[in-house]
C-alpha cells in the first residue's frame, strides 16, 4: 500500500495551490459579495488545463487520472470553492459523460470544446419537484422521429447561465418511469431555451446557479447520449463520479478552513500564550485534522478505485457524506477558533462556513448518499475493501 503521490500528481497539486493562491486568493471576497461568476479565473482554469483533466488529450483533455482531478479541486477549494463547482460540473458531470457515453460525432463537436475550456457545460438534472426523487422527471422530450421536442423547467443549475452545452434528462416514454429516460444535448443559444436570472445563494456564491426553461425545443436525434431509455443510467453513473468531485470540493473547504485556523491559533494570544497552547483550542486543532486525514482518505480512495475500474458508487457516496459532514462542522469551529474575526469577510473563513452548506446537499443530498450506501451493503456490493479481498469473500 502507498500513500505517496507519484511525481505527476504532486506537480499538479503544487500548479493548482499556485494557481489559487495567486490567482484565485486576491479578488475571492469582492466575488462573493458582488456574487460575480469569475470570467477570467475560468479562462485561466482552462488555459492550465483544468477544465478538463480527464479527458483523454484526443479530445483536448489532460489526460489524467481521476486522483489528480482530486489535488487539484482541493487545492482550489481551499481557496474558491466557488471556481471549484464550475471546474467540478464541467469535469465529472459534463466531460465525463460525453467521453463514456458519446458518440464519435458529439465528441467532436462538443466534447473538444468543453475539455479545453473553451465551452462549458451544466448539468441538467433537478427540477422544481424533483430533487432527490431524481426519477421523477417532468420534463418531457416527446419523439416526433428524427428530434425530440423538449419541455420543462429545470431548477439549480450549476453554470446556468454560462454554459453553451447542457446535459439534459427529460422524460420519453412517462409508462416505463426512469426506463423512458433520455438524456439530451442542448445548445443554450436554440430557440426555446430560457435562461432564469441567478440565484441569490448563501454560499458559492460566485458561480452561477439558475433555473432553464425548455419551451418547444427542437432536439436532433443524434443528440440523444446513448441508447433510447438510458438517460437515467447515465445520470446516476456520472453522478457517481460527480460526487468524488464534490468529496473533494468539500475536503479542500475543510483543509483550507483548517489551515487558517492552525495559523491564527499560533498568532493570537491569550492569557498570555497564544490561543493553541491552550488545550480549549488545541483539542479542537486535534479533532479537525484527525477528521479532515480521514475524510482525505476516503476521498482518494473513491478516486483509486474509479481509476481502477473498480466498483466505486458507494465508495464516492461515503467519502462525498463524510467529507461534506466534516467540512461544515470544521468550518463552524474554524470560526469559532478565531473568535469575533472569525464573523468578519477578512478572515475567509464565515465564507468557507457558508460555502461548506451545499456540499451536503448538491449532487445528492447526504440522506441520498446514505440511502446509496445502505442500499449497496444490504445488496452484498459495498466496495472492494483496501486490503483486495472481495467484498464477498469477507462477508
Ligand atoms: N449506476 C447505474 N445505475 C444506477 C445507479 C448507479 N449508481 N443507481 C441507480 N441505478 C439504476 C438502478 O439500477 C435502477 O435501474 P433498473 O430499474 O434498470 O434496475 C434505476 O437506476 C433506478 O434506481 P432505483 O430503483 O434505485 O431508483 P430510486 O428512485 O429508488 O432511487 C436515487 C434513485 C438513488 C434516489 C436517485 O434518484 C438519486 O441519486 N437521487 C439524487 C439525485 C441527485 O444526486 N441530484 C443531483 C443533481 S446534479 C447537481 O447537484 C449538480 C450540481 O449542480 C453541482
Known sequence: MYFSLTEEQQAVKEAARDFAQNELLPGVIE??????FPTEQVRMMAELGFMGMMVSPEYGGGGMDTLSYVLAMEEISKV?????????????????????????EQKQKYLTKLATGEWIGSFCLSEPEAGSDATSQRTTAEDRGDHYLLNGTKNWITNGSTSKVHLVMAQTHPELRHRGINTLIVESDWPGVTIGPKEDKLGIRASDTCSIMYQDVVVPKKNRIAEEGFGFKFA??????????????????????YERALVYSKERKAFGKPISAHQAIAFKLADMATEIEAARMLVYRAAWLKDQGLPYSAA?????????????????????????YGYVREYHVERLMRDAKITQIYEGTNEIQRLVIARNILKGQLYVPLFGAAWEQTA
Not at 93 to 101: D, F, I, K, P, Q
Request: aromatic share 4%.
Open 31 to 36: 466575488r462573493d459579495i458582488k456574487a460575480e
Open 80 to 104: 474558491d470553492p466557488s471556481c471549484a463547482v464550475i471546474m467540478s460540473v464541467n469535469n465529472s458531470l459534463v466531460c465525463w459523460g460525453l467521453e463514456a457515453y458519446g458518440t464519435e
Open 236 to 257: 446516476m453513473q456520472t453522478l457517481d463520479g460527480g460526487r468524488i468531485g464534490i468529496a473533494a470540493q468539500a475536503l479542500g473547504i475543510a483543509a483550507g478552513a
Open 316 to 340: 464516492a457516496a461515503m467519502a462525498k457524506m463524510f467529507a461534506s459532514d466534516v467540512a461544515m462542522r470544521h468550518t463552524v469551529e474554524a470560526v469559532q477558533i478565531h473568535g469575533g
